[in-house]
């Protein structure tokens, strides 16, 4: 069984200054992970996942996430925000057959200017 | 390529009524799942086909069915609709095996009345 816990259910920050969402997962095996974007009234859309070759994962828009086995953490950052990051954030765990995701309460990060 | 297609975008129904969803998967992805997202419960796994066949499904009453076709597009059904059904119904396809992205439509408004 997997779980996954978002620790912050809303973060906002100003424009040009770092973006830090926080994520803890729980899973009975190596893990699959993902960092998914959800803008207002469209479906999800993929940031970044760890496959396990790097623990440092780069994504789309600037934002990374480092895989921290021992912390069981899965933190997504990005160097500086922009107006258009503001959205809702889901981490999410894969069960080991592929075939489910198990989704984080989600972060609603704002962006002030 | 022509991305994950959901119809309809948006659904009233009255409570009692059953509905039925549509998604058309990526060409070449045979995996099609479901969630459903509220605003209480957050994203929840519905089910997964894969070649016609049901692989996994969440804790959803038998009330929510659904298939695919030989074609790989799926459809899922919600029988005597309850007010407590009204969400936003995601589709997603992806290649099977592990660690692979599955790629989102933009969802089914369902709202009961």
């Known amino acids: 069984a997997q779980s996954v816990t978002q620790l912050d259910s809303h973060v906002s920050v100003s424009e040009g200054t770092p973006v830090l969402l926080r994520c803890n997962y729980s899973?009975?095996?190596?893990?699959?992970l993902f960092w998914y974007v959800q803008h207002p009234n469209k479906g999800l859309q993929l940031l970044l996942k760890y496959t396990s070759a790097a623990t440092l994962v780069k994504g789309i828009n600037g934002f990374e996430a480092e895989f921290k086995k021992s912390e069981t953490s899965f933190h997504l950052t990005k160097p500086s925000a922009h107006m258009s990051d503001a959205a809702e954030y889901f981490c999410?765990?894969?069960?080991?057959?592929?075939?489910?995701?198990?989704f984080g309460g989600g972060t609603r990060l704002m962006v002030k200017p | 390529k022509a991305g994950v297609t959901q119809t309809p975008r948006y659904l009233i129904k009255t409570r009692g009524q059953q509905v039925t969803l549509s998604c058309s998967p990526i060409s070449g992805h045979r995996s099609v799942s479901w969630y459903q997202q509220t605003p209480g419960q957050g994203l929840q796994f519905l089910f997964e086909y894969f070649s016609e066949t049901q692989r996994n499904k969440g804790n959803f009453p038998g009330r929510f069915s659904g298939r695919q076709f030989s074609n790989s597009r799926s459809e899922m059904n919600v029988s005597t609709l309850e007010l407590g059904d009204s969400a936003l119904y995601l589709c997603?396809?992806?290649?099977?095996?592990?660690?692979?992205?599955?790629?989102f439509g933009q969802g089914t408004r369902l709202t009961v009345v």
């Open positions: 997603a396809s992806r290649t099977p095996g592990e660690n692979t992205e599955a790629f």
């Open positions: 999410v765990v894969g069960n080991n057959a592929g075939n489910m995701l198990t």
């Open positions: 899973s009975s095996y190596s893990p699959s």
